[in-house]
């Protein structure tokens, strides 16, 4: 009888500790991922850049991409200091590159459509935005948002300037959602 009082008594502790490893686990799945998809990113603005022509393959090229209206743009100062409410913008900000990818894709392919290895990387970052999203949800337990459908952009120059900022925004909410995630794992004890 006082083995099974035992047992009952320290439930509780068996639970939370079970818990804490499932939630450490989902953590880390998480991190792999999104350090796995910021390495194959890497280098992903510099090679948009290069097959877009002049000015903008040239060396040091720069844009006030800000100017730029409804890009998810990362403002670390506004992010809240808790990774777990800032990964909900990375949510947002993924959500709403799904359909800039889409459109970046569609530019690329018409005026880039020999560049195959371009619209490889494109498509792979499509496709990495909407795995993000859907990962990031799951681990935050809330729905993907449904974001604004993407202005239409009919001048070469801007479609080139957009699908570079696109880029540029991805690359830069990888990094931290990555910096979130580490922060995550680092505070779990186990």
Not at 48 to 57: I, K, M
Not at 76 to 88: A, E, F, G, Y
Request: with cysteine; proline share 5%; charged share 20%.
């Amino acid at each position: 009888m006082e083995v099974l009082r035992a047992i009952v008594e320290a439930s509780p502790d068996i639970l939370s500790m079970q818990q804490e490893q499932e939630t450490l686990a989902a953590k880390q799945q998480v991190l792999n991922l999104v350090t796995s998809i910021h390495e194959l990113s890497d280098g992903l603005v510099k090679e948009y850049l290069s097959h877009q022509g002049a000015p903008f393959n040239r060396d040091g090229f720069t844009y006030p991409l800000q100017q730029l209206k409804d890009l998810p743009w990362l403002d670390i100062t506004r992010l809240p200091s808790s990774p777990w409410k800032s990964l909900v913008f990375s949510l947002s900000a993924y959500s709403t590159l799904i359909g800039w990818f889409t459109s970046t894709l569609k530019w690329q392919r018409k005026l880039n459509s020999r560049v195959p290895l371009l619209l490889k990387r494109l498509e792979a970052s499509y496709k990495h935005v909407m795995v993000l999203s859907s990962s990031l949800s799951s681990l935050l337990q809330e729905p993907i948002p449904t974001s604004k459908a993407v202005p239409e952009v009919k001048q070469v120059f801007t479609q080139k300037i957009t699908g570079y900022a696109v880029c540029q925004c991805f690359c830069e909410w990888l990094a931290q959602t990555k910096r979130d995630m580490e922060i995550l794992v680092a505070e779990t004890s186990v």
